[in-house]
């Protein structure tokens, strides 16, 4: 495994927030979708809230899912 990869329970609920705007997310994949579809600009301010945990740009693009119990 890359040492560089954050490791995240897929299942999780997320919320992606950008300019003034926050998107509930049933999934941390389907807010790294809706992340995608952003603008460069966009992305580039816009964070990944994952319970306590806030994901930035620079680590969105390192999110890799796995069952927690998988990523041990």
Known sequence: MNDDWICVEPRQQAVLH???VS???HTIPEAWLAWA???RDQKARAIIEVGEE???A???TRLR???MSDAA
């Open 65 to 67: 899912y796995a069952p």
């Open 37 to 39: 579809q952003l603008d």
């Open 54 to 56: 806030a994901y930035d």
């Open 23 to 25: 998107v509930p997310c």
């Open 58 to 60: 620079r680590a969105i």
């Open 18 to 20: 950008y300019d003034d």
